[in-house]
């Protein structure tokens, strides 16, 4: 019986223990944001291989084949993202 109640007890406590854990990963994640988008021209053209930078973080992408880009994981706020593409244009655009 208290090897019973033991084993009983240690469940118990190793699945509050990894409730509390995934709760928090779910609150972390829950709280995160990301920033993607696709580089084009004037004229629609895809820009692939553009420069996108994010000021407030001092980070920066390229953009794929395809024009895509894709920053993940971002605290929400307020970011300025600057475009470049050959060094010939810079655009900004602010993100909330």
């Known amino acids: 019986m208290k090897r ?8 118990l406590l190793i699945m509050s223990t ?6 928090e990963e779910k609150v ?14 004037t ?3 895809i820009l692939p291989g553009a420069s996108i930078y994010i000021e ?4 920066g992408v390229t953009s794929d084949v395809n024009g895509y ?6 605290t929400p706020g307020t970011y ?3 475009v470049s593409y050959h060094t010939a244009c810079i655009v900004c655009q602010h993100f909330i």
């Open 4 to 11: 019973f109640l033991r084993l009983v007890s240690l469940t």
């Open 18 to 23: 990894s409730g509390n854990t995934f709760a």
């Open 56 to 59: 407030k973080l001092h980070t």
């Open 28 to 41: 972390n994640v829950a709280r995160q944001g990301t920033i993607r988008g696709r580089i084009v021209d």
């Open 43 to 45: 004229s629609k053209q």
């Open 69 to 74: 880009y894709t920053f993940a994981n971002l």
């Open 80 to 82: 300025t993202v600057k």
